[in-house]
């Protein structure tokens, strides 16, 4: 028998793939091919197993549980009898309603109520029936008083919204509530509940007319709010009941900083004109720390010296004869190495920079630019010999300045000059006494119900503040309809009038580097690296509790030093040390940096705002006076830069300002000429962003001469060949779509030869765009009350409280 050979197969012979059994290989055959060992991805990886019945149930029960117990440590976390009471303000809509009667039938709704009065404007409930504590501020109201109005509710939980149903057939809400009201939603409203008054005074069959006519006026302003009525002591215990037991809204602005409402407020003077101003009150919001700062509206930015605890004079009381101890107990003291400083601005060293002597050309230069020119201001029909003697003499550079912003803010400042009467100091008595009596006789016909003279009327009128509106207005317009074209100047060489512009190929997507040509304010403010990362690091700093803090719900007084003399008799001889409101600072907050703000223009204001104009801003718990530069609301590195803020529109404001995290309510005021204040914007904080880009842009127009396919003759965009060979390199666009670039001048008249990617139509428009950067101008300051000294305190007019 032989030997049995087996064929083994050579290193060229070809094997076919194993059949796959599936679509896939199972568990199994992966862990034997595996053979215990694990992907270090897959082990590092975390588990996204999908849960089963029972373990859905449970966790759904947890995120319920956790919500719930959150919901309920918030309510608790005030009204408790260890948490600082609800504070409630009171907003009456009418003039005709009083909120003295209003809190007479809460206070007597319940006879187991305990009564105590802190001051006129704020009153303390404690009500066992419902074991909560409540207090109810009455701010000022009427005329002049919408600041303190807006100041009280920026620190309460609730707004008690008073109406009269004897006002129906007029206006259920005046125009001085209207206003307050529409003041309020843009700030941000506190928890609003609507109660009606007197109602019981209308017929029994009227009642149910005249509550829906209110529930329908009311509706459109506050669509999700029931009008709650309040004529009796049922009604009084149900207002209660929906204080203490309501969802309030959540203002972050006021959540995320704590915040005291002064009960008590004490000034000790020391030495060198400044003292220690000692308020006192319960602490709201978040924990306070004794070394930040904090801000007090109308005075400004402080530090603390000390912080003392005094025991709850409003906590209820086992009996009547329980005293409470009036001996303060020091909480903490500040630390000079920890308090945080109150420097502002950064200071720059104006010598870290690149120094270069200049050249004997470019000093001559500079002294021919510099040079001046008497200019006489002669009145009409005066002979030469004459204005020889006038000794006025003013002094104007032959130097013009380019910018063309500078020749918008010129328009209507001249003035006419003034020159003396030659009339007799009689004669002009005789003409004062006269006018006097004018103006008595203008007054009576006023009050009367007859026709006004139209020579009286015209006394009253600013006819020169009509002339500045009816410019603005006609500015606006032809704005709106040729945005941004200029007229190219004859006389002067367009190089020259526009070196300081250039050309982009895009706007969109043109390189455009940040830190190019900063002005020297942008040495003096701060910017953060990631500006939304050190926000959230902040906010979640701030809301823990650590060793060295007072917590929210205390009883406290608040020491701050350093407070001018000057500044608090001007403080309080102005009437507003009846509220005052003290804010604890976040961390960077009163250090200046660039602020943008998207405004929208409120339905009532109709008058164009000018770019840079002089505005009034209510940011958070801020308010300060500026002049900002208004630019589009758009997405890109790029904004382009708008001259006017239009009725129905809507822009980003760009100003210096402290810093202050958003979110924050921002409310724009423009004084009028009757000095009051009339609200024009709102909105919100965006950033604080000082690379934001503001490019303001000119188009130079130009018209077809001669038009040949795709070429074409272009005249009246410059008017010598040196400006068509510099302005060479930018492109060319036309309102019809058409793009192409300049190849050659023609003569020596402003003609040039252009060459476009399609042929142009004899009616089109060939325009050129310019770009340059716009920056603020550093004009803030902050609206506190004046001095009778002057600056000596440092500060500026306050217009709101005239």
């Keep these: 028998m032989g030997i049995e050979t087996i064929h083994k197969p050579g290193a060229l012979k070809q094997t076919n793939k194993s059949h796959k059994h599936g679509k896939h290989s199972s568990k199994r055959s992966l862990d034997r091919v595996a053979k215990g060992k694990t992907n270090l991805k897959a082990a590092t990886r975390k588990s996204h197993r999908e849960l089963g019945r029972e373990e859905r149930r449970h966790q759904a029960n947890q995120i319920r549980k956790n919500k719930r117990q959150e919901a309920i440590a918030l309510k608790r976390a005030i009204g408790g009898a260890t948490a600082a009471p609800f504070l409630t303000c009171v907003v009456p809509l009418h003039a005709n309603v009083d909120p003295n009667s209003a809190l007479a039938i809460i206070e007597g709704c319940d006879e187991e109520i305990a009564l105590q009065k802190a001051s006129d404007r704020i009153r303390y409930m404690n009500v066992p029936r419902f074991r909560q504590r409540f207090s109810f501020l009455c701010p000022e109201h009427g005329h002049g008083s919408e600041i303190s109005m807006l100041d009280a509710l920026k620190v309460s939980d609730s707004t008690l919204l008073l109406l009269s149903a004897t006002e129906v057939e007029e206006d259920i809400i005046d ?61 009084g215990l149900n207002l209660l009941r929906r204080i203490g037991g309501q969802k309030r809204r959540v203002l972050h602005n006021k959540a ?46 402080f530090q603390l010296s000390e912080v003392y605890g005094l025991e709850d004079p409003y906590k209820p009381r086992k009996n009547d004869e329980e005293m409470i101890s009036g001996e303060a107990k020091l909480l903490a003291k500040a630390d000079p190495e920890k308090q945080t400083s109150l420097q502002r601005e950064n200071v720059p060293d104006e010598m870290d920079a690149e120094q270069t002597w200049p050249t004997e050309a470019e000093i001559a230069a500079s002294r021919n630019e510099n040079k001046k020119k008497l200019i006489k201001r002669i009145p009409k029909g005066m002979s030469d010999y004459q204005a020889c003697w006038i000794p006025d003499i003013e002094e104007v550079s032959e130097k013009e300045d380019d910018d063309d912003e500078d020749d918008e803010d010129s328009e209507g400042d001249d003035e006419e000059e003034d020159y003396m009467s030659c009339e007799s100091d009689s004669e002009s008595k005789v003409g004062e006494q006269e006018e006097d009596q004018d103006e008595e006789e203008f007054d009576e016909v006023s009050v009367s119900d007859g026709p006004i003279p139209a020579d009286k009327y015209d006394k009253e009128m600013d006819l020169e503040e009509d002339k500045k509106t009816l410019a603005k207005i006609q500015a606006a317009k032809d704005d709106a309809v040729f945005p941004d074209e200029i007229d190219t100047p004859a006389n002067i060489p367009a190089r020259e009038r526009f070196r300081k512009y250039r050309g982009l190929e895009s706007f969109r997507s043109s390189a455009w580097d940040v830190k190019e040509n900063l002005p020297f304010d942008y040495a003096k403010i701060y910017q953060f690296k990631n500006f939304d990362r050190t926000k959230r690091r902040v906010i979640k700093q701030s809301q823990e509790e650590m060793d060295d803090v007072i917590l929210p719900g205390w009883f406290i007084t608040l020491c701050v030093k350093n407070v001018s003399q000057d500044l608090w008799n001007a403080f309080n001889s102005a009437g507003m040390s009846n509220t005052v409101i003290v804010y604890g600072m976040l961390p960077h907050e009163h250090q200046m940096t660039v602020m943008n703000v998207c405004l929208k223009r409120t339905p009532n204001s109709t008058i164009p705002i000018k770019s840079k104009e002089r505005l009034i801003v209510q940011c958070g718990y801020r308010r300060f006076i500026v002049n ?9 590195d790029k904004h382009k830069y708008e001259r006017f803020f239009r009725p129905g529109s809507t822009i980003v404001a760009t100003f210096f300002a402290p810093i202050q995290f958003p979110p924050a309510p921002v409310v724009c005021f423009r004084e009028n000429p009757d000095t009051s204040l009339g609200m024009v914007a709102s909105g919100s904080v965006i950033d604080c962003n000082p690379d934001r880009v503001v490019l303001k842009r000119v ?54 030869k252009c060459v476009f990617d399609a042929q142009l139509k004899s009616h ?18 902050d609206c506190v009350v004046s001095c009778p000294g002057g600056s000596s305190a440092g500060t500026a007019d306050d217009p709101m409280q005239e």
């Design 175 to 235: 125009n001085q509530g209207a206003k307050i009201l529409n003041m309020a939603l843009r700030q941000g409203l506190p928890t609003p509940i609507v109660c009606l008054m007197d109602l019981e005074s209308i017929a029994p069959k009227k009642r149910g007319q005249v509550k829906a006519a209110v529930q329908k006026s009311i509706s459109s302003v506050l669509p999700d709010e029931k009008i709650m009525t309040l004529d009796s002591s049922t009604d």
């Design 764 to 781: 089109d428009t060939v325009m050129l765009y310019l770009y340059k950067r716009v920056f603020p101008k550093w004009t803030y300051e």
């Design 256 to 301: 995320n900083r704590p915040h005291l409402y002064g009960e008590r407020i004490e000034y000790v003077p020391g030495a060198d004109s400044v003292g220690t101003l000692k308020v006192t009150g319960f602490l709201r919001g978040i924990p306070l720390s004794v070394n930040q700062l904090v801000h007090i509206p109308g005075l400004g930015d």
């Design 699 to 752: 188009v130079l127009s130009g018209h077809p001469f001669k038009i040949h396919r795709r070429s074409a003759v272009i005249r009246f965009m410059f008017f010598n060949p040196d400006d068509i060979e510099y302005f060479k390199p930018c492109k060319l666009r036309t309102k019809l779509g058409r793009s192409g670039h300049i190849r050659e001048s023609l003569g020596t008249h402003g003609h040039m």
């Design 628 to 636: 900002p530069v208004f630019s589009q609301h758009t997405n890109g």
